[in-house]
Nanobody, 122 residues
Framework: QVQLVESGGGLVQAGGSLRLSCAASERTFSRYNMGWFRQAPGKEREFVAAISWSGGNIYYADSVKGRFTISRDNAKNTVYLQMNSLKPEDTAVYYC???????????????WGQGTQVTVSP
């Protein structure tokens, strides 16, 4: 199994940037497709971005397209989410996830991190 730990969350003003990192415990990290999801208080967890094991296939939610960039460094067992032009609507706990299927849906992922809080002030 894969254990994931997110970091890089914090408080930022609207229009600012933040870079999230997700470190995996397994050297087999490169075999997994990775995704980023977020969950705001009182709302369901929603898809943000996903990247295939090779990095060749990438998907973004329409709400973040053009602002967020997902990437991975398999040598470091780490996946990143660069968030630019942040909006208050981006405020949520952000989770990284790993799965054997590249998916934009929560059921497509088998392993989840504990999450990191991102707060965007107006």
């Amino acid at each position: 199994q894969v254990q994931l730990v997110e970091s890089g969350g914090g408080l930022v003003q609207a229009g600012g940037s933040l870079r999230l990192s997700c470190a995996a415990s397994e050297r087999t990290f490169s075999r997994y497709n990775m995704g980023w999801f977020r969950q705001a208080p009182g709302k369901e967890r929603e898809f943000v971005a996903a990247i295939s094991w090779s990095g060749g296939n990438i998907y973004y939610a329409d709400s973040v397209k053009g602002r967020f960039t997902i990437s991975r460094d398999n040598a470091k067992n780490t996946v990143y989410l660069q968030m630019n032009s942040l909006k208050p609507e981006d405020t949520a706990v952000y989770y990284c996830a790993a799965g054997t299927v590249l998916s934009t849906m929560t059921p497509g992922y088998d392993y989840w991190g504990q999450g990191t809080q991102v707060t965007v002030s107006p």
